[in-house]
C-alpha cells in the first residue's frame, strides 16, 4: 500500500506560478512511476506529467508541455507550474503505479487531490 498526500494548492493570477508537492509513503517509493493528474469541474481526470522509477524520463501533456516541471527526490514528488492559465483551474492528483499505464490514465493509487485555481 502507497499512501501519498498533496499540498501546494491555491489561488493565483494567470501567469503566476505554484508548486505541488506530493510526498508517498509505504512500500519502497523507488519501485513506482509517479505522476500527476487534474480534473476541471464538469471534465473527466486528465493525465498532467509523470517520471519514470528512477527520474530518469518525464512525460507531459500537450497542454503543459514548457510550462509545467515534474521532478522526484527521496519520496517526494513535485510539480512546478509555471505561466499558469485560468485552464488549468482543477483539482489536481499525485498517482503511483508499478506499471507504466500512468499516461493512458491508469495508477493503483491515488492521492486526495489539492485545488488549484487560477483567476484572469
Known amino acids: 500500500q502507497v499512501q501519498l498526500v498533496e499540498s501546494g494548492g491555491g489561488l493565483v493570477q494567470a501567469g503566476g506560478s505554484l508548486r505541488l508537492s506530493c510526498a508517498a509513503s509505504g512500500r519502497t517509493f523507488s519501485n513506482y512511476y509517479m505522476g500527476w493528474f487534474r480534473q476541471a469541474p464538469g471534465k473527466e481526470r486528465e493525465f498532467v506529467a509523470a517520471i519514470t522509477k528512477n527520474g530518469g524520463s518525464t512525460y507531459y501533456a500537450d497542454s503543459v508541455k514548457g510550462r509545467f516541471t515534474i521532478s522526484s527526490a527521496e519520496n517526494m514528488v513535485y510539480l512546478q507550474m509555471n505561466s499558469l492559465k485560468p485552464e488549468d483551474t482543477a483539482v489536481y492528483y499525485c498517482?503511483?503505479?508499478?506499471?507504466?499505464?500512468?499516461?493512458?490514465?491508469?495508477?493503483?493509487?491515488w492521492g486526495q487531490g489539492t485545488q488549484v485555481t487560477v483567476t484572469s
Open positions: 498517482a503511483a503505479d508499478p506499471y507504466s499505464r500512468l499516461q493512458r490514465g491508469f495508477a493503483d493509487y
